[in-house]
Nanobody, 122 residues
């Protein structure tokens, strides 16, 4: 049964690093992404990776976060460096269909992980 199981939540200080992991059995042909939702805000995409390895990132995390996937081991990663208090949110991994449009693409999740809390203190 295809499922997404997250791990790696934690509380860190500003400037520190954290890696989130999503065990993603059955999703090797899907695009996958990391999304986050802070209290009182809508869920937003953080980073996405298509089945061929093409990536995109939110402007707010470019140069600090790296998304990667290991299809042989059915795992999605998000390496987060130079964390800031504004990165504090519940983080979700998602898998679904890649929608391409003029100038870019978007991963539209149909499946979600359970969420992991990331808290960055100043």
């Amino acid at each position: 049964q295809a499922q997404l199981v997250q791990s790696g939540e934690g509380s860190v200080q500003s400037g520190e690093s954290l890696t989130l992991t999503c065990a993603a059995s059955g999703f090797s042909s899907y695009c996958m992404g990391w999304f986050r939702q802070a209290p009182g805000k809508e869920r937003e995409v953080v980073a996405a990776i298509d089945a061929d390895g093409t990536t995109n990132y939110a402007d707010s995390v470019k140069g600090r976060f790296t998304i990667s996937r290991d299809n042989a081991n059915n795992t999605l990663y998000l390496q987060m460096n130079s964390l800031k208090p504004e990165d504090t949110a519940m983080y979700y991994c998602g898998a679904g269909r890649a929608d391409y449009y003029s100038g870019g693409w978007y991963c539209e999740p149909a499946h979600w992980g359970q969420g992991t809390q990331v808290t960055v203190s100043s």
